[in-house]
């Protein structure tokens, strides 16, 4: 198997916590049910957290620049310095499931917690790219950052099952 020099650990990874940091609030209801039922499933693996950013206040009076770097400050102070940030970013490496599997595998013996990031509507400050540890993409189209919540829950539980050696993922 792809994985099988990954060592298997009770339920992985004990002692960690893997955190969704958005800028702005889940604020569809489907979305936010779609989320309840992955961090649901999530809890049978890892201690899975989200953290919401709020959308900045006057923006309209704001350029793009001045937006990502009011959001990058927001997004620093909720970092810790021993986090292990990745940010969601179109231009980040994309990779199959199974791959993004291995990453998380690999990282759980660290003992660093996991932080991914979702910017805002204009991406990520200079600062933010810079405190990052790398980048993913989840896909080479672009998605609304409602869904894209979605989709990283998925694909966080779809990596945990694959590790796991669990029937979810099929190959």
């Known amino acids: 198997m792809f994985l099988a020099n990954i060592e298997p650990r009770p339920y992985l990874c004990a002692g960690m916590?893997?955190?969704?940091?958005?800028?702005?609030?889940?604020?569809?209801?489907?979305?936010k049910k779609g989320l309840d039922a992955y961090a649901s499933r999530l809890g049978h693996y890892v201690r899975f957290a989200m953290t919401e950013i709020p959308h900045l206040k006057n923006a309209s009076s704001l350029s793009r620049e001045q937006i990502r770097e009011k959001e990058g400050e927001l997004i620093a102070k909720a970092l810790k310095p021993s986090d292990h940030v990745i940010l969601l970013d179109e231009r980040g490496d994309g990779m199959?499931?199974?791959?993004?599997?291995?990453?998380?595998?690999?990282?759980?013996?660290?003992?660093?917690?996991?932080?991914?990031?979702?910017?805002?509507?204009?991406?990520?400050?200079?600062s933010v790219y810079d405190r990052a540890d790398g980048m993913i993409s989840l896909s080479r189209m672009t998605f609304p950052h409602q869904m894209v919540r979605i989709i990283f829950a998925e694909q966080l539980y779809r990596a945990f099952t694959i590790l796991k050696g669990e029937p979810y993922h099929h190959e």
């Open 96 to 126: 199959r499931s199974v791959d993004f599997a291995r990453m998380i595998g690999l990282r759980t013996g660290e003992g660093r917690n996991m932080v991914f990031v979702v910017g805002g509507a204009y991406g990520f400050s200079k």
């Open 17 to 31: 916590t893997v955190t969704l940091l958005t800028v702005g609030k889940t604020d569809t209801d489907w979305v």
